[in-house]
């Protein structure tokens, strides 16, 4: 099966800094690759997602890459805010309802005002 | 992004009783719908994968006479924590599949249980 793997675990920025999360996944069929948001308490919230047919994505200060070849993809959000404080999950998944989405440990991005 | 329900959102409960837990898709059909743990600091463990029509697919580990799961029609599944112990205390979130082309995942609100 998929295995998703994240990091770092706890990613600590100030305001206004650049903040990047890596994750890295084993099954070549994995062709769509989100991203969530999640607050203390609350759902996770979709963010951004890639799909394997491109390489990059972008949406305001947020920004998805993906390496195929290498099984990896990453998160960067610039000009951080404290509103970013959350953890950050990543995905994989084949295209379909029924696959089962693999997910990463999570993330805790800390961002200092 | 689509919307998906789930209720209630808080439960405090006595050992030995039942609860359980609604998630509804509110503007979509979902075919397939997962159930998932999340204790604190964690990642999203899946207990589940419901399939409207059939009977669910739990993981490895997770007890289906324990954790009773429904999914009777394309927009509701409900899952049943039946004799509650303490150690169910958790936060249970659903999450319907969606979108063009049935990728993206929305998740429910989740809920939190408290087992006294």
């Known amino acids: 099966g998929e295995n998703v793997e994240q990091h770092p675990s706890t990613l600590s920025v100030q305001e206004g800094d650049s903040a990047v999360i890596k994750c890295t996944y084993s099954?070549?069929?994995?062709?769509?690759f989100p991203w969530y948001k999640q607050e203390l308490g609350k759902r996770p919230q979709l963010i951004i997602d890639?799909?394997?047919?491109?390489g990059e994505k972008k949406d305001q200060r947020i920004a998805v890459t993906l390496n195929k070849t290498a099984k990896h993809f990453s998160l960067h959000i610039t000009e951080t805010q404290p509103e970013d404080s959350a953890v950050y999950f990543c995905a994989a998944r084949i295209s379909g309802g029924s696959y089962i989405p693999t997910f990463g440990r999570g993330t805790s991005l800390i961002v200092h005002p | 992004g689509a919307v998906v329900s789930q209720h209630p959102s808080r439960v405090i409960c006595k050992s030995g009783t039942s609860v359980k837990i609604e998630c509804r898709s509110l503007?979509?059909?979902?075919?397939?719908m997962f159930w998932y743990r999340q204790f604190p600091k964690q990642s999203l463990m899946l207990m589940a994968t419901?399939?409207?029509?059939?009977?669910?697919?739990?993981e490895q580990g997770v007890e289906k006479d324990k954790f009773l799961i429904n999914h009777a029609s394309l927009t509701l599944s409900t899952l049943t924590v039946t004799s509650a112990h303490p150690e169910d205390s958790s936060f249970y979130i659903c999450?319907?599949?969606?979108?063009?082309?049935?990728?993206?995942?929305?998740f429910g609100s989740g809920t939190q249980l408290s087992v006294l």
């Open positions: 419901s399939n409207e029509g059939s009977k669910a697919t739990y």
């Open positions: 999450s319907a599949s969606g979108g063009q082309a049935n990728e993206k995942l929305f």
């Open positions: 890639i799909r394997s047919n491109v």
């Open positions: 503007d979509f059909q979902a075919t397939t």
């Open positions: 099954d070549s069929a994995s062709n769509y």
